[in-house]
């Protein structure tokens, strides 16, 4: 199941002007606000649609965009610890390429296995976000 949606809310708080390098960025509270509903209500669309619970969800690869917006997200959607692979602190932020990235490593270690239900959840600008389930 997925879930995407763009509502355009944030469409003007990101600005990169190339010729000046000038980058602007609106009210980050306001931001990290949006970035929270649209990503959890996404992934409990998804969930639903699914008819999927919360438990029975494997791993749950949310977006890390920073440590603390990837903690809201982790709260918001009461994931835990053991559910999750935290890169953040270990590459910075590479937004949502952190979601292949964890599953690269999952699947490296072998902690990523078959059968398994995956939850990827993840946002963009302006506000274009998403989610999937699949399973493994």
């Known amino acids: 199941a997925s879930h995407m949606g763009n509502d355009g809310v944030l469409s003007d708080s990101v600005t990169l002007s190339h010729g000046n390098g000038v980058a602007r960025f609106g009210p980050t509270h306001k ?7 649209s990503v959890v209500g996404s992934a409990r669309r998804v ?10 969800v494997d791993w749950f690869l949310l977006h890390q965009p920073n440590g603390n917006l990837y903690a809201q997200l982790n709260a918001a959607l009461e994931v835990p610890e053991h559910k999750r692979l935290p890169i953040v602190h270990e590459v910075g932020s590479v937004g949502s390429a952190s979601i292949p990235v964890c599953i690269d490593r999952l699947t490296r270690s072998g902690q990523l296995r078959p059968n398994q ?12 976000y998403g989610a999937m389930l699949f399973r493994t």
Request: aromatic residues 0%; hydrophobic residues 60%.
């Open 31 to 37: 931001i990290a606000d949006e970035v929270l509903s």
């Open 47 to 56: 969930l639903s649609a699914a008819s999927v619970s919360h438990d029975a």
């Open 117 to 128: 239900t995956v939850l990827m959840a993840a946002v963009g600008s302006g506000l274009a």
